[in-house]
Structure formats: C-alpha cells, structure tokens
C-alpha cells in the first residue's frame, strides 16, 4: 500500500503562472516532509520541507502548504519558469527524520511552457 | 565538488554476475543512505548507515544484496547473482544525524542494467 499518493502524473502550465502540485499521506505518524525535484539522469535535489508544527513554509518562489487534518500537502512555485520543468516527488518521514527511511510518492512531471 | 558522488554512473552485466558500487557522501554528514528507484516509482529505502552501523534494512533488501561502511565514510552495495529484476537506478543519499530534521542529499546514482 502506498503511503504517499501524488495523484497526478503530470502538469502543464504556462511559464509566469502558478504551479500547484499535490501529495496525500495516509501515515499519521509521519510529522516531516519534504518536495525533491528531479532532472533526468540526475539524483534528487532537495527543494523544500515542512514539519508538522508548521502549516507554511516559503523559500523564494517555493511554498509548501501542510493542512495535517487533510493529510495532504502542496508545493506552489510561483511564477513557474521553463526551467522548473522536471519530475517532483514528495517524501515524508516520521520522528522528524530519525527514523531514517524516506517513503516517497511516484512523483509529478511537471513541464512549464514558455 | 562537495557533494555525494557516486561510482560507476552506469553498469550493465549479465544475469548472474556480481556488482559492486561505491557512495562518497558529503564528508561531514554521518548518516548514509541507499534507495532503489525504478521507471515510474519514486526512490525505494533499501537501507541505511549511521557512522559504520548499519541501522536499518528494508525487505527490498534480499540476502543477495549487501551493503557496507567499513570505516563511516564510503559506502559499499554490492548485488550477487544479479537477475533482470535488479535493473534500476541506485541512489545514494547522506544526512547529518542529530538534527531534529533529516534533509537527505542524493547522489546522481548508479543505472544498473542487467542483461
């Protein structure tokens, strides 16, 4: 059973306007999260993270939105720009990370016209 | 360059022939992790390092995979008897233990293909 659910294989917007990609956890006990972003034949990048005390993290054009109620989160970047285009995934953690092991969802493909 | 490297960046081999990679992670950070990721998947833990202790292993982990940090720096995975299904890319990731919260740093990986 998967954990973290990123719903939406892909997404197309047009560059200047918002992204908004989404990802769902059924895991309770999961309290951080984190967005990489991935180019091909590249690792992941970190882009941003968020813990449970939080509702809101913001880092440039980067927001991650945490609604725990819902357990959903969403990564806005705004405005998107052509070299945003890559593969997001979501990752969650529990214990804040020191559990070690990130659950990662499949990921969204995103591609930002010009 | 500071950060995690991994060697070889590609390998193909036959069925039934051992492979061995090499992770260096980000030289200060202590904890040392591999992930498996295949086409469409995200990254899979397979297991991870604090200094040389190996701390944890997931079931992906069969008793053909094995994986070392012999003195808490770099790290080893090597794959007996490859089968097909051992087709993927390796991701290494390093983290520095004691924080409360745990950014993961990957590495470019390693394409395994195996014919």
């Known amino acids: 059973d998967q954990q973290v659910k990123q719903n939406s294989p892909s997404l197309s917007v047009q560059e200047g306007r918002i992204s908004i990609l989404n990802c769902d956890y059924t895991?309770?006990?999961?309290?951080?999260f984190l967005w990489y972003k991935k180019y091909p034949a590249e690792g992941p990048t970190f882009l941003i993270s968020i813990s449970s005390i939080k509702d809101k993290n913001e880092d440039g054009r980067f927001t991650v939105f945490l609604n725990k109620s819902a357990k959903h989160l969403s990564l806005h970047i705004v405005p998107s720009q052509p070299g945003d285009s890559a593969v997001y995934f979501c990752?969650?953690?529990?214990?804040?990370?020191?559990?070690?092991?990130?659950?990662f969802g499949k990921g969204t493909k995103l591609s930002v016209k010009p | 360059d500071t950060g995690v490297s991994q060697d070889p960046r590609h390998k193909i081999t036959k069925r039934g022939q051992n492979v061995t990679f090499r992770c260096d992670p980000i030289?200060?950070?202590?904890?040392l992790y591999w992930y498996r990721q295949t086409l469409g998947q995200g990254p899979e833990f397979l297991t991870y390092f604090q200094n040389e202790a190996q701390l944890e292993k997931s079931r992906l982990l069969s008793d053909r995979f094995s994986a070392e940090r012999p003195k808490g720096s770099f790290s080893t995975l090597e794959i007996q008897r490859t089968e097909q299904g051992d087709s993927a890319m390796y991701l290494c990731a390093s983290s520095l233990a004691g924080l409360f919260y745990n950014e993961q740093f990957f590495g470019p990986g390693t394409r395994l293909t195996v014919l």
């Open positions: 990752a969650a953690s529990g214990r804040g990370g020191s559990q070690g092991n990130l659950i």
């Open positions: 030289s200060e950070h202590n904890r």
């Open positions: 895991n309770s006990m999961f309290d951080y």
